[in-house]
């Protein structure tokens, strides 16, 4: 397959323009990869300056490459997820492909809030044999009703643990674990030195790294045991001079492919603070997808987002 330059950006909803915390997995039987996102509704007329009912309501979009990550086609949203009646709020998925099955783990709130504070927040878990069609298994008991951000990971002894943001617990991580992706157990704050949101955790160059979004950028923490965590700066932090990029990276997802580390995060390009100042609520709150490389040089993770990449960049069958 030709080497091609990867667009920047990556992806932009052509729908409602507000794509936002990425989940990338391997499309078994397309052959392809597969993006799902949250479906934020960028174009939603506002209700007041603090309205923020466009970032709920939500329904999961898709995004789909069968080039290595070169291109990515809208595929419209994730259909069957509804349980309840009416319009209902599903963010930042999470999903863990154990082989034979696709396992989902979806923030969710009931309706459609036009504010932040004073809902419940809830992880459910649905499963699917080809991504398309869902059956929700259950809401996660993780003793908090203020839980999202899910991330899953093996553990090297055998069984699975979950990263979660928990707001009831100053905007923290915790952890849960697992014998069968199904009933999660508890086990507290594995992270706790700022508020933030969003862990990714991932295994490269002899160490497991951990992304947490800040806010500020990515905060990196890494650890030999997936037990202790030790801070180690920040990536995604700097404006990129990439179109769309010159923001902070927001909620990254991260895909393994031998030595690197492919970041997936999203932007808001509006708010650039080197354009010029407007109002506009559409241009403050679309938003782009954007992809950086990672990798480990001296036990560090590094991470150049104006480095110009090339694709195919994930694993094309038969190339």
Same mark, same amino acid.
């Given at each position: 397959?030709? #080497?091609?330059?990867?667009?920047?950006?990556?992806?932009?909803? %052509?729908?409602?323009?507000?794509?936002?915390?990425?989940?990338?997995?391997?499309?078994?039987?397309?052959? !392809?990869?597969?993006?799902?996102?949250?479906?934020?509704?960028?174009?939603?007329?506002?209700?007041?300056?603090?309205?923020?009912?466009?970032?709920?309501?939500?329904?999961?979009?898709?995004?789909? #490459?069968?080039?290595?990550?070169?291109?990515?086609?809208?595929?419209?949203?994730?259909?069957?997820?509804?349980?309840?009646?009416?319009?209902?709020?599903?963010?930042? %998925?999470?999903?863990?492909?154990?082989?034979?099955?696709?396992? *989902?783990?979806?923030?969710?709130?009931?309706?459609?809030?036009?504010?932040?504070?004073?809902?419940?927040?809830?992880?459910?878990?649905?499963?699917?044999?080809?991504?398309?069609?869902?059956?929700?298994? !259950?809401?996660? @008991?993780?003793?908090?009703?203020?839980?999202?951000?899910?991330?899953?990971?093996?553990? %090297?002894?055998?069984?699975?643990?979950?990263?979660?943001?928990?707001?009831?617990?100053?905007? !923290?991580?915790?952890?849960?674990?697992?014998? @069968?992706?199904?009933?999660?157990?508890?086990?507290?704050?594995?992270?706790?030195?700022?508020?933030?949101?969003?862990?990714?955790?991932?295994?490269?160059?002899?160490?497991?790294? *951990?992304?947490?979004?800040?806010?500020?950028?990515?905060?990196?923490?890494?650890?030999?045991?997936?037990?202790?965590?030790?801070?180690?700066?920040?990536?995604?932090?700097?404006?990129?001079?990439?179109?769309?990029?010159?923001?902070?990276?927001?909620?990254?997802?991260?895909? /393994?492919?031998?030595?690197?580390?492919?970041?997936?995060?999203?932007?808001?390009?509006?708010?650039?603070?080197?354009?010029?100042?407007?109002?506009?609520?559409?241009?403050?709150?679309?938003?782009?997808?954007? /992809?950086?490389?990672?990798?480990?040089?001296?036990?560090?993770?590094?991470?150049?987002?104006?480095?110009?990449?090339?694709?195919?960049?994930?694993?094309?069958?038969?190339?």
């Amino acid at each position: 397959m030709t #080497s091609i330059p990867v667009p920047r950006p990556l992806f932009r909803d %052509p729908v409602l323009d507000g794509a936002a915390d990425p989940v990338v997995v391997r499309n078994r039987a397309e052959n !392809s990869w597969w993006m799902l996102y949250t479906n934020r509704r960028a174009w939603s007329p506002p209700a007041g300056d603090d309205d923020v009912a466009w970032v709920h309501g939500t329904d999961l979009g898709i995004a789909s #490459s069968t080039d290595g990550g070169a291109t990515w086609t809208h595929r419209g949203v994730v259909a069957g997820l509804e349980t309840e009646a009416g319009r209902n709020t599903f963010w930042a %998925p999470e999903i863990y492909d154990d082989g034979a099955t696709y396992h *989902m783990y979806v923030s969710y709130i009931t309706g459609v809030p036009t504010r932040w504070a004073g809902h419940p927040r809830t992880i459910r878990h649905y499963t699917s044999p080809d991504l398309v069609t869902w059956e929700f298994r !259950s809401t996660l @008991d993780l003793g908090s009703d203020r839980v999202i951000d899910a991330c899953v990971l093996p553990l %090297p002894g055998g069984g699975y643990r979950m990263w979660y943001k928990d707001e009831a617990d100053h905007s !923290s991580t915790h952890a849960a674990d697992s014998d @069968d992706l199904a009933i999660w157990r508890p086990t507290g704050q594995v992270v706790g030195h700022v508020p933030h949101e969003g862990p990714n955790v991932f295994e490269l160059g002899g160490w497991y790294w *951990m992304l947490v979004d800040e806010w500020a950028g990515q905060r990196v923490l890494r650890s030999r045991d997936l037990e202790h965590w030790e801070p180690r700066g920040r990536i995604l932090d700097a404006p990129g001079s990439a179109t769309d990029d010159g923001t902070i990276g927001l909620h990254a997802d991260v895909v /393994v492919v031998d030595d690197d580390a492919w970041v997936f995060y999203f932007t808001h390009p509006g708010r650039d603070p080197r354009r010029t100042a407007h109002d506009d609520a559409y241009e403050q709150r679309r938003s782009s997808i954007q /992809v950086a490389r990672a990798h480990v040089v001296d036990d560090e993770l590094r991470c150049d987002r104006d480095e110009v990449l090339h694709a195919p960049f994930l694993p094309v069958a038969g190339a």
